[in-house]
């Protein structure tokens, strides 16, 4: 059998973290594991080492496994966009637009290409950890499922069910899952977690007995609150719903929160940084007038959220802020809204059509089918970089002769204005890259704390991995997948 499944009584109950966490244990075990998730939702997308795409948890699990992503880690991606669509990806490459009422007739034919890429993953390894999607509970979804039970049932693999406790009501979740899933789908799940339990686990005992007599599971364990998870990537824009407490940071970066945001992970090393204090704007509220810089965000539907921004009064917010001599940098889609045209003549993201841009940068961009996915390394800021590129559409103009970057293949990315207030680029991840996150931040008179990113990542990883060994029976797990003990 060699795999396990874990879904969740609901979404954001913990299954990515748990799904890493447990991909890293495994890993520092001496095991070959590889994560899985048949069907993703999310803008939130890491470019592969094949050339295609994925979702970030997908990616954040690879790097868990010490191993490089892959689209067969995520055969099918949904990216929403504007109007109830979403983009569909398959194999990692745009394969159309589908509206929210014909996705349940479209994706019972992925099947088949779900399991193809699951049956090579697990020709390449020991183990391959699979994550669900959302909750087999929402009962009205199972019909040509192919994110949890669907998935489960045709490729025979266990789950293993999660409950959050820390949002109450873990009995009833854990339980009433049980209650209203089909028979047959019940007997795939083996047992069952309680994650995100704050004080002492000792408290819930009878709690945790309860469910195991009314749902006639076992239990796994008790997963205490991860304080570590702060410090990965978060998947999900849900996380931008709770901001967090203002801080008394020395300098202020502000971002406004975007309907279709994208790859807004690509903020978290600035987050990090204790001299600084980011602040994402929600719907309602002004862009802060005493911010030092305003970052447009990645998008997964630009002209949709252009307009958004407009809505909001945000480019109002921003045109006081460029005036005032205060600096913008635009990432990805924020860089087309920089410029001063977006036309988008054959309707990839909506209707044909053209719109005027925020006019800070002296650049226009055509969106087009074609989609660039690749990993670039180069120099921006007299700094040396590494990012990952993956957009739709050209962008040119006088201000591309000041680009932001020189890439290592000779190609230049992005544009600075003339006053060098304004930047805008198609790189993703750059701002992980310890000396230009440095460069960025003394431009805007502060000091970086010299962090390196992606080793503070890797670290939450062992820490997570370290809690999961101490509070679930991961032999039993592992046996449950078809390995015995391997401890």
């Not at 489960?152 to 109450?168: E, F, Y």
């Not at 796994?220 to 702060?230: D, M, N, S, T, Y």
């Not at 709770?242 to 406004?256: E, H, M, Q, T, V």
Request: hydrophobic share 45%; glycine share 12%; net charge negative.
């Amino acid at each position: 059998m060699t795999a396990l499944m874990l879904q969740g009584t609901g979404s954001d109950v913990g299954k990515s973290v748990l799904v890493a966490g447990l991909c890293r244990a495994l890993s520092n075990r001496g095991l070959a594991v590889l994560p899985f998730k048949p069907q993703n939702m999310s803008n939130n997308a890491a470019v592969t080492v094949d050339g295609g795409e994925i979702g970030r948890a997908q990616a954040l699990q690879a790097i868990a496994c010490r191993a490089e992503p892959h689209s067969d880690m995520n055969p099918v991606l949904l990216k929403p966009q504007a109007d109830r669509t979403a983009q569909l990806v398959v194999a990692g490459r745009m394969r159309g637009t589908l509206g929210a009422a014909n996705f349940r007739e479209a994706r019972r034919p992925l099947l088949p290409e779900v399991l193809e890429s699951f049956g090579r993953l697990r020709a390449r390894c020991d183990v391959v950890l699979v994550e669900g999607a959302g909750s087999p509970a929402e009962i009205n979804l199972r019909a040509g499922d192919i994110a949890n039970m669907g998935f489960a049932r045709a490729a025979n693999v266990p789950v293993v069910l999660i409950g959050d406790i820390d949002r109450g009501g873990v009995i009833a979740a854990i339980v009433g899952t049980r209650a209203v899933i089909d028979p047959d789908d019940a007997a795939m799940i083996k047992g069952f977690i309680v994650n995100k339990f704050r004080g002492d686990p000792a408290l819930f005992a009878d709690g945790y007995r309860q469910i195991e007599a009314l749902s006639g599971w076992r239990g796994f364990g008790v997963v205490p609150w991860l304080e570590a998870a702060a410090r990965l990537p978060s998947e999900d824009a849900v996380v931008l719903d709770r901001p967090d407490r203002p801080a008394s940071g020395k300098l202020r970066i502000a971002c406004p929160i975007l309907p279709r945001i994208a790859n807004f992970d690509d903020l978290d090393p600035l987050k990090a940084e204790s001299g600084v204090e980011l602040v994402m704007v929600p719907p309602g509220q002004p862009i802060p007038a005493d911010a030092t810089l305003v970052v447009l965000p990645g998008s997964k539907a630009t002209i949709a959220d252009l307009a958004a921004l407009r809505r909001e009064g945000w480019d109002v917010d921003i045109l006081a802020h460029a005036r005032r001599g205060g600096a913008v940098l635009g990432l990805c889609g924020g860089y087309q809204m920089l410029g001063k045209r977006i036309a988008d003549p054959e309707g990839i993201e909506g209707p044909p059509g053209a719109v005027e841009g925020l006019g800070l940068l002296d650049v226009e961009t055509v969106l087009g089918p074609a989609k660039a996915l690749r990993h670039v390394r180069g120099t921006a800021l007299g700094a040396n970089l590494e990012a990952y590129e993956m957009h739709v559409g050209a962008t040119d103009g006088p201000d591309r002769a000041r680009p932001l970057a020189v890439l290592e293949d000779g190609r230049s990315d992005g544009a600075i204005s003339r006053d060098g207030r304004v930047i805008g680029t198609y790189l993703h991840g750059l701002l992980a890259s310890t000396d230009l996150r440095a460069a960025l931040l003394s431009r805007l008179g502060a000091r970086s704390d010299g962090t390196d990113h992606p080793a503070t990542v890797d670290a939450a990883l062992d820490d997570i991995a370290a809690v999961l060994e101490q509070h679930l029976d991961i032999d039993a797990m592992l046996a449950l997948a078809g390995l015995g003990n391997a401890s």
